[in-house]
């Protein structure tokens, strides 16, 4: 029972990260290979700010979503000046930018080895320690994102957004400015993901810069080229599935050292298939 | 000098990324497909020199092979990937996915099959050096060098004065003439990326026998190299070599005063700035 | 409001080695249809990408009831009143019918990225109204019928429809059509000439790229002839139709 309230607090974890990579990627069609670095930042953010005891639990997942947002903001930051194709330079750039600074600001990150002891999430005084009891605020949360994911698909910016991914040239000529709307949904999905990173610290009370590295944005990606681009729905079935595969793995036997790079293999063949097969994954719309 | 050495040694790197920019650059505006797998092929590259000589094939005859191998490799990714996504019209993010997946399955077949650690490829004169003033460089460090300059020399000669290369350099400058030029294009596009990937062997298998190998080390490469292309002026080719020796040895004369570990978010930075201070690169002609 | 309405000055732009646009200079007078004519090549859409932002030319400039564009950005030209469409259309094919519209419809704060998770609310009675607004559009082009299918479902005329109505959208006065009319049949021509002289009479301006003489003759008050990038003739077009020079020059002497 444990085992399986583990598995669908991670899941809900990695949902809400899928919701801001459809948000990007799915929605928008900004191509990103830095989210794991961003939710890495969510991650360490509260971390940080609650091993410290610097900041109670909701403090510190404000910080990370304002964090995260800013962080993403820096990363539309060159394509202030630049067409869109390069985004897929800076974030690249930002994602190993990011693990070096997990790596090596040892006194803040505990470098390589990570940060061991992160407290449980606190909400209002009680100490959500096991599964049964996190998974009510991780499930609190994600509905909430889940209504916002929602409501900002549905709202004239979500509708922007849609056309952007269409066609910039004639959202320009419609007189509208494509690179204020990327900025605001690099904003808003920043705190997606800062939301997740958040939840996944406090969860697993141990985080290392190998949870956050490329190999990780790569999985999130995967969950909604599997999922689906662009539908709630997607968002959920991606994660769901994409964080059993390591569990459904395990039970073959496979040298522990060939399992990470078979794993990697795996991502990197569905993102393949299903953009040569199905690219409207399970259950969204085409890319 | 430790300067004068660091500078140097920025300087081999500088090269053979340089080779990745101009080949990147190439397959990016004839294709219009951001090859992120390039990175894959110079991984490729190096594990294919590494397990040919460790099967007693002399170096030399291994590099031969493994341009072949590259060749291949990268005509492969077009042919089954890129042109079939394209004759289904798919939007420039599925290719760029497709091309991500690409690299992934490459690198880590590497890791699966080789094991994610250093490997070395056997060949007793690669720790000979030679002086030359008060730096001093190793046998693989000069030819790497050389070959880099040759194979860049050849590349612009190849992209002036044949006709394959003038219709590619027409399709890269042109939008209106890309359309008319597309109604051809396969053949032109395998080309170019059987050409690209293939050179990029030579680099790939010098770089690895100076430093040894590793399945992931081709993305900072890349990731360089992209930086180079667009800061060196989008589509020039000599903006992309040049701008990689400055970023190279900029990146290893930087660790004269900052530590190694960030001088790749230190390159990083100074792109972030400079794509913000002049967008259209270094070496831009004339702002169209 | 002193000078013309729209004022193309000496506007020259190069590309490589080809000369688009080549000292080009006219006027267009308001709440009259101006046709941009001329053989392939002309820069009858370069004309189009310099006057809405798209291009800045090497010299010259172009005037909006007095104010200088050419250093502007497109979205400025937007907010002062002109819009263009495309000749490949560039509809937003996987958006309904009605979100191509929305999406023209101008705003102020109601496309702001946290609006609809800080004021769902209001977002919600936004959003009603722009479709409400983006219906009524649909509804004088005559597409309100189609108002929910995805674009790639319409004809090719529906969907030429559409970017007219795109542009009524925008709330632009002078509206930049690039060829509205080609590729359309008999019936649906139709409907366009008719959209156009309707919205003329509601106090539109426009400028037209269009091959068509015969439908030249029918639309426009005053014509444009390009040629090379030049600006060889403007006038009435029966007098322009009628000169056998640029006759010559349109049919390549086919004539």
Known sequence: MNFFLSYLAIAEIYALASMSTNLLVGVTGIFSVSQGAIFGIGAY???ILTLNDWASFPVAMAAALILCALTNLAVALPALRIAGDYFVVTSFGIQIAATAVFMNLTDITGGASG??????PNVFGRDLDEPGAFILLSSIVLAAAALFFWLVLRSPFGRLINAIREDELAVTAAGKSVLAAKVGVSALSGMFVGLAGGLYAGFLSFIDPGSFDIDASILLLTMIVVGGARTLAGSLIGPALLTALPQVLSVLPIPSDAAGPLRQILYGLMLIAFMLFRPQGIAGRRL | MLFLDLLADGVVTGCAVGVVAVTFTMIYSTTRVFHVAHAGIYTVAGYSTWFLTTRGLPFWLAIICSIAVCAAVGALIQHQLYTRLARR?????????????ALVVIQNLMAALFSPNILQIP???????????SIRLSMPQILLAVSSLVIFA???????????????????????????????????????????SGVLAVPGSLTALDHGLQPYTGTLVLLTATIAMIAGGMGNLFGAFVTSVILAALQTTSTLVIPGQWSIAATFGLFVILMIVAPTGLFARRPR | MSGPYLDVTGVSKRFGGLQALDDCSFAIEPGQITCLVGPNGAGKTSVFNVITGFIRPDAGQVRFRGQVLTRMGSRRIVGLGICRSFQNLRLFADLSVLDNVTVYLPSRTDENPFRPILRPIRTEIERKRRMAAAMSILEEVGLAHRARDAVRNLSYGEQKLLCVARLMASGAELLLLDEPTSGLSAQALEAMIALVLRLKAAGRTFLVVEHNTRIVQRLADSVVFLHQGHVLAQGEPAAIVADPKLGEIYFGGAL
């Open chain 2, 89 to 101: 019209d798919a939007p420039p993010l599925v290719l760029l996915i497709a091309s991500l997946g």
């Open chain 1, 115 to 120: 940060l061991a002891g992160v407290p449980p």
């Open chain 2, 154 to 196: 050849g590349l612009l000669a190849w992209s002036r004065y044949t006709s394959l290369g003038k219709r590619t350099r027409a399709v890269a400058a042109n939008e209106f003439l890309a359309e008319i030029t597309r109604l051809e294009p396969r053949r032109v596009y395998i080309t170019v990326m059987a050409i690209a």
């Open chain 2, 123 to 133: 060949a007793d004169w690669r720790v000979l050096t030679v002086g030359i003033g």
């Open chain 1, 45 to 47: 953010t509260v971390g």
